[in-house]
């Protein structure tokens, strides 16, 4: 699965099956949590009202939108905006059973946990999502507070980014960054020592 797993620009429009969605944003809510905290939330639009409104808000210039490299990504007939709120960290951390480990505080953090976990949900996503037969995409949300207010997340979660979840394209082209080599295993993996 994780070698057939690859970003996917152009979706047809064609919506997804309510339990295909359902098994993606399982797959997410069952991936790792530091202390089980718990502390990442999937905003689910996959109406075409509800895509249509998170492009217009993250994509606010039309012409931009009209000239834009992967117009099949528009077409994503599900998008799955990743949430995480330190706020559940701190709060878990403060727990009896996690007492003296200094993370229910944000500077008791030498790397933050739920953007960890984020990355694991989004993973667990994205894996999901090949398993199923859908493309997907993830990618950076553009004007967070403008989309995160419309749809009424709360103040305290901060967006990861978003999964865009559909039946693959045409016209999907890799990304610009696509062509550069992979690193190869000796210069990734330091066995015993660097």
Known sequence: ?????????????????????????????????AGFSQGVDLLVLD?????????ELAFPDPVRRSRFRWPGLLAAPALIV???SPAAYLSR????????SDRGQPAGWPVPYWWVDGGMAVMAALSAAVDEGMGALFFALEHPDAVLGAFGVPDD???????????????????RSASRPRRRRDDVVHRGHW
């Open 47 to 55: 109406r075409p009202e509800l895509t249509g409104r998170y492009w």
């Open 93 to 100: 951390y403060r727990e009896a059973d996690k007492a003296g």
């Open 157 to 175: 979660r901060l967006a990861l980014g978003t999964i865009a979840l559909g039946h693959p394209g045409p016209g999907d082209e890799p990304g």
């Open 1 to 33: 699965m994780v070698r057939r797993r690859r970003m996917v620009r152009s979706f047809d429009g064609r919506p997804v099956a309510g339990q295909v969605v359902d098994r993606v944003l399982d797959a997410a809510r069952r991936s790792p949590s």
């Open 82 to 84: 990743v949430l995480v």
